[in-house]
């Protein structure tokens, strides 16, 4: 059961293009926010969809697969862990943020590649 642990999946749309940049130390990483949607029917037997906006960090080589493939609008499936972090602003107000740290990403739509090189089952 330890695997499963702190680990997240979600398929949405990228809410904008990766922003990449390197640490002090020379690491490579991108973020960029992804929205999900979810959907019910109200009392009235309306249909109502509500979007979920979700930040999203990648390392190292996921890191230059969103660089190099990622868009604003594409769809793709993420898998990480939820990673819960504060830093004061330049006023001095404490900011808190929940991001989720990448393992995996597979890009959905057109036949393309997963982050691990591997096909769809589509295409093999």
Do not use: C
């Not at 249909?47 to 930040?55: A, G, L, M």
């Amino acid at each position: 059961m330890n695997s499963l642990s702190n680990r997240v999946t979600l398929i949405g749309n990228l809410g904008q293009d990766p922003e990449t940049k390197s640490t002090e130390t020379g690491k490579k990483f991108a973020h960029f926010t992804l929205a999900t949607k979810d959907g019910y029917k109200n009392a009235d037997g309306q249909r109502i969809t509500e979007t979920t906006w979700h930040n999203i960090v990648a390392w190292n080589g996921l890191a230059d697969i969103a660089e190099k493939f990622l868009k604003k609008g594409k769809e793709v499936a993420v898998e990480g862990r939820i990673v819960y972090r504060n830093y004061e602003d330049k006023k001095g107000v404490t900011k808190y943020i929940t991001e989720i740290v990448l393992s995996d990403l597979v890009l959905l739509r057109n036949g393309e590649k997963s982050a691990k090189g591997q096909p769809k089952k589509d295409e093999e």
